[in-house]
């Protein structure tokens, strides 16, 4: 039982508890490539955010992790088979309840650990920050925390080197032999101010990915995925711990 893990501590331990800070793993549940399971983004935000809240809770920072919510935003997948998509619209009334509840309860930091590129909480947390004016509501996206080039050779943003390398070392019994391994090759759009990135449009999966991966995964390892794995939860454990100590009152200098 780990005591900064929701799902698994009990009354008992909870009854006199007093946290500073919850943390909301967010993930999806899609298609990622011929090779990794539709659950890739819940299982790494399951694991790096529970490791990164292990190294914050072991320093003293009183966090604890809620269980992950499974669904996301896969407006731009409606006709691949089993994504399930849930609208922005939704994502709002759900934080809006489970921030209510941290409000009343007096935890008044919230960081949402996302594993999954179509959710976009910045306008929500916006929102929910006029509503709730206690709240400090944040949220990271653990492929940001770092340069990844400088661990992985192939670019990409989905089922690439970078997340077939973290599912070999986190559950490399979920991931399929290398060669039904789709090459993850993507389409780009024709018009170049939306691949400079300057102009964004969502892209309709199907038509820019056969294998629905994007991102060369052949390069992948379960040592390049450890390495990543480590570094990125050091980082974010040290970020953990910080916004556990935070005065809300005393933010800026
Ligand atoms: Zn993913």
């Known amino acids: ?27 999806a549940t899609e298609a990622h490539n011929y090779h990794l399971p539709y659950a890739t983004d819940n299982i790494q935000a399951d694991h790096l955010a529970a490791e990164s809240a292990r190294l914050a809770y072991e320093k003293g920072g009183k966090v604890i992790v809620l269980p992950t919510i499974p669904f996301g935003v896969n407006t731009g997948q409606s006709d691949i088979y089993l994504d399930i998509n849930l609208n922005p619209s939704t994502q709002l009334a759900m934080l809006s309840d489970i921030v209510a509840v941290l409000n009343r309860q007096g935890i008044y930091k919230l960081l949402i650990f996302n594993g999954h590129g179509g959710n976009n909480f910045k306008p929500i947390i916006r929102e929910l920050g006029l509503r709730f004016p206690k709240m400090f509501i944040s949220f990271c996206f653990f492929p940001q925390a770092f340069d990844k080039t400088a661990y992985f050779e192939e670019k990409g943003d989905h089922a690439d080197e970078m997340e077939t390398s973290l599912m070999l070392y986190i559950r490399p019994d979920l991931v399929l032999a290398k060669e039904k391994w789709g090459d993850g090759k993507a389409k780009k759009f024709k018009i170049k101010a939306f691949s400079e990135g300057w102009v964004w449009a969502e892209r309709k999966w199907s038509q820019i990915s056969e294998d629905t991966g994007v991102g060369n995964p052949h390069k992948s390892s379960g040592a390049k995925g450890e390495l990543f794995f480590k ?12 916004l556990c100590q935070a005065d809300l009152n005393d933010l800026y200098e």
């Open 1 to 27: 039982m780990r005591p900064y893990i929701l799902a698994e501590t009990n009354w008992e331990a909870l009854k006199d508890a007093n946290f500073e800070l919850a943390i909301l793993p967010w993930g």
């Open 231 to 242: 570094d990125i939860t050091v980082k974010m454990g040290n970020m953990i711990f910080e």
